[in-house]
């Protein structure tokens, strides 16, 4: 037997096993969701990110999010920057940090910030990337973050099966104090709640997490994520501040899911 033909042949059999493998391997094309729809209960913990005196939040605008989108609440949020806001008679000054792919390494500044003790809000607004991961400075600098399943990415055709690792949260250290973290894109309590959940656990960090069901309308996310930072200003409950999530309705309607999965860590939540 010839090299060529024993190269072409063993070609053949590699390409057949990695078919074999991933027809075994169950592909998910759709994301499951909840089949009710139930109102969160309790609050946001106020008093753990007030009692520092600041209220730190970081928004983070995802790879190749409208730019009127990112324009449109700039203003908004640099008024907001450095006002004060008053809680049971203490003062609290507001700072507001907002990153969008043209910052110097995007997704490193997110896994600093899920990390940063002093940082109470973090919110991702953008693309799911079919449950890859959040994109930052380019299509490819994902933060892997996944569930483990073997998704479909649609990208470019013909589509390609990959598997959504979680090596970037896997690598988050979370810290022992109260935070929020809001994943405002498409459909990312199928996609990612499972890993995140996973990891706070893991790290036993008392961190709530905010994800949401059906695709989101991307030229209006800054419409929700505002209204949710209003709500917080005034001190809503969850309730009251899911159901003015659900209320904006922008061509696809969306729901909010409230996961307060620092209740179950089994840890002291650090003022």
Same mark, same amino acid.
């Given at each position: ?35 009710? =729809? ?22 983070? &605008? ?5 730019? $009127?989108?990112?324009? @449109? ?8 920057? @450095? ?5 049971? @008679? ?29 940082? =109470? ?10 449950? @890859? ?7 490819? $600098?994902? #933060? ?32 022992? *104090? ?8 498409? $459909? ?6 499972? %890993? &995140? ?19 989101? #309308?991307?030229?209006? =996310?800054?419409?929700?994520?505002? *209204? ?9 409950? &969850? ?7 659900? %209320? ?24």
């Amino acid at each position: 037997m010839s090299y060529k033909r024993f190269y072409s042949i063993s070609s053949f059999i590699c390409l057949l096993l990695i078919a074999l493998i991933l027809n075994g391997a169950a592909v998910r094309r759709t994301v499951q969701r909840t089949t009710n =729809d139930t109102l969160p209960i309790g609050s946001p913990n106020y008093e753990a990110m007030f009692s520092d005196g600041k209220l730190r939040i970081a928004i983070f &605008w995802g790879y190749d999010h409208p730019r $009127d989108t990112i324009i @449109g609440s700039l203003p908004i949020f640099t008024t907001l920057n @450095g006002k004060k806001l008053f809680y049971k @008679g203490l003062p609290v000054t507001i700072e507001v940090g907002m990153i969008t792919q043209i910052d110097k390494n995007p997704k490193n500044i997110f896994k600093m910030a899920l990390e940063d003790p002093t940082v =109470d809000i973090v919110i991702y607004s953008g693309h799911a990337r079919y449950g @890859g991961g959040m994109a930052f400075s380019s299509l490819n $600098d994902i #933060f892997k973050c996944g569930n483990g399943d073997f998704i479909e990415d649609r990208h470019k055709k013909p589509y390609k099966i990959i598997k959504a690792t979680s090596e970037d949260l896997d690598s988050t250290i979370f810290p022992n *104090n109260y935070k929020i973290v809001f994943l405002n894109c498409c $459909d990312s309590d199928g996609h990612f709640r499972e %890993s &995140w959940k996973r990891r706070f656990f893991e790290c036993g960090s008392p961190i709530e997490l905010l994800t949401v069901e059906y695709p989101v #309308f991307n030229f209006y =996310d800054h419409k929700r994520v505002l *209204n949710l930072l209003q709500n917080m200003l005034t001190f809503a409950d &969850w309730k009251t501040i899911k159901s003015h999530y659900d %209320s904006e309705i922008y061509k696809r309607r969306n729901r909010l899911i409230v996961d307060s999965a620092y209740k179950s860590s089994g840890k002291r939540v650090k003022k």
